[in-house]
T-cell receptor, first 113, second 116 residues
């Protein structure tokens, strides 16, 4: 595998379910990110991890819980979500310096019923 | 105020023509970075081009160039000789660093459709 991978690619869940999104980067980067992309809205940064430490939480509701066990893996644990949480969730990684671009995964299309 | 503004929600361009996608930004930080990403229907965000705020020359990457006008706070993307595969959403983004934390802010995007 190369680049940034995300699983699953599609997820349908009820409001009472608990599920997790997984992101893995094979680029040796030290920073990882979760973004939410809703229809007709700009990408919203949710969480930032640098060297496994969370450095930014962009006022995200507690029903979203990130986990970064190492620099290569990032999880987003979901519980008691709302229908308005339906969106494309994108993971990205970067080398963490100002001039380096972020590499994105293909995203997980989440639908909350 | 929006940090990144893309005023063109959609554009239709004839194949082989050049196209300019507009982006203006707002920041008080003297050091920042500007990015353009392409998002095809598959959903993946693909990096296209980067411009640093201190870069003297406009960035170029193949058919992509960035028309950086710092005083006007604009960073328009120019695609030369457009191809059918260029049809996608295009996002302008700005990176700022506050207290060691970097943040990438995206615009609302422009949907580009290339007409054969």
């Amino acid at each position: 595998e190369t680049g940034v991978t995300q699983t699953p690619r599609h997820l349908v869940m009820g409001m009472t379910n608990k599920k997790s999104l997984k992101c893995e980067q094979h680029l040796g980067h030290n920073a990882m990110y979760w973004y939410k992309q809703s229809a007709k809205k700009p990408l919203e940064l949710m969480f930032v991890y640098n060297f496994k430490e969370q450095t930014e939480n962009n006022s995200v509701p507690s029903r979203f819980s990130p986990e970064c066990p190492n620099s290569s893996h990032l999880f987003l644990h979901l519980h008691t979500l709302q229908p308005e949480d339906s969106a494309l969730y994108l993971c990205a990684s970067s080398q963490g310096s100002r001039d380096n671009e972020q590499f994105f995964g293909p995203g997980t299309r989440l639908t909350v019923l | 105020a929006q940090k990144i503004t893309q005023t063109q929600p959609g554009m239709f361009v004839q194949e082989k023509e050049a196209v300019t996608l507009d982006c203006t930004y707002d920041t008080s930080d003297p050091s920042y970075g500007l990015f353009w990403y392409k998002q095809p229907s598959s959903g993946e965000m693909i990096f296209l081009i980067y411009q640093g705020s201190y870069d003297q020359q406009n960035a170029t990457e193949g058919r992509y160039s960035l028309n950086f006008q710092k005083a006007r706070k604009s960073a328009n993307l120019v695609i030369s000789a457009s191809q059918l595969g260029d049809s996608a959403m295009y996002f302008c983004a700005m990176r700022e660093v506050n207290f060691g934390n970097e943040k990438l802010t995206f615009g609302t995007g422009t949907r580009l459709t290339i007409i054969p």
